[in-house]
């Protein structure tokens, strides 16, 4: 069965350190994952796609298929990066989400 | 563009009674899935709506229906309302083309049932 795990519901770093916000999933398939996230008052919106490979606001996430890990990466933390922060998975037209992690970057 | 629309934010309801759920798409877009969001959790996968038909459908039970207009609107049904089924449901619009498409979503709908 379809499923993505997000293990920590909330993180603090200090601004200007590095953070990753882990994401594993289980999928018979090949999969196909997103970063999405909601800012403070803000809709859930769409942060980075793996088939992109972009650098989104600094963030990057490489898929790992052997350890089945999606994780999201930043070098060095911002205050405006504070957000919640879901992992999902794309399964035909259905995503599964992870119950996502909430990033608090201190100043 | 105003983007994806919900209606009403909130609303509260009583056990067993029913309750509908609307969405415009954002302009240009074609697809309308569903989701709903408890407390505490990501949003869950309840149907999705391309040419006025149901094409997916999560692991939601039949007191959960949908509808989707000619112009792309949708509306989500929840009939015999639950305890549980209080969330935040969430829209999410998108245009289907031949390669997969953002979507997008909206503002949700707030319902408690009391």
């Known amino acids: 069965a379809q499923r993505v795990t997000q293990p920590e519901k909330l993180l603090s770093v200090f601004k200007g350190a590095p953070v990753e916000l882990k994401c594993n999933y289980s999928y018979s398939g090949s999969p196909e994952l997103f970063w999405y996230v909601q800012y403070s008052r803000q809709r859930l919106q769409l942060l980075l796609r793996?088939?992109s490979r972009e650098s989104i606001k600094g963030f990057t996430a490489d898929l790992n298929k052997g350890e089945t890990s999606f994780h999201l990466k930043k070098p060095f933390a911002q205050e405006e990066d504070s957000a919640m922060y879901y992992c999902a998975l794309r399964a035909g037209n259905q995503f599964y989400f992870g119950t996502g992690t909430s990033l608090t970057v201190i100043p | 563009d105003a983007g994806v629309t919900q209606s009403p934010t909130h609303l509260i309801k009583t056990r067993g009674q029913q309750v509908t759920l609307r969405c415009s798409p954002k302009?240009?877009?074609?697809?309308v899935s569903w989701y709903q969001q408890a407390l505490g959790q990501g949003p869950q996968f309840i149907f999705q709506y391309y040419e006025e038909e149901e094409r997916q459908r999560g692991n939601f039970p039949d007191r959960f229906s949908g509808h989707q207009f000619p112009n792309y609107s949708s509306e989500l049904n929840v009939n015999a309302l639950l305890l549980g089924d209080s969330a935040l449901y969430l829209c999410?619009?998108?245009?289907?083309?031949?390669?997969?498409?953002?979507?997008?979503f909206g503002p949700g709908t707030r319902l408690t049932v009391l």
């Open positions: 793996h088939i």
């Open positions: 302009s240009g877009h074609d697809t």
């Open positions: 999410a619009s998108s245009y289907r083309g031949p390669t997969y498409n953002e979507q997008f």
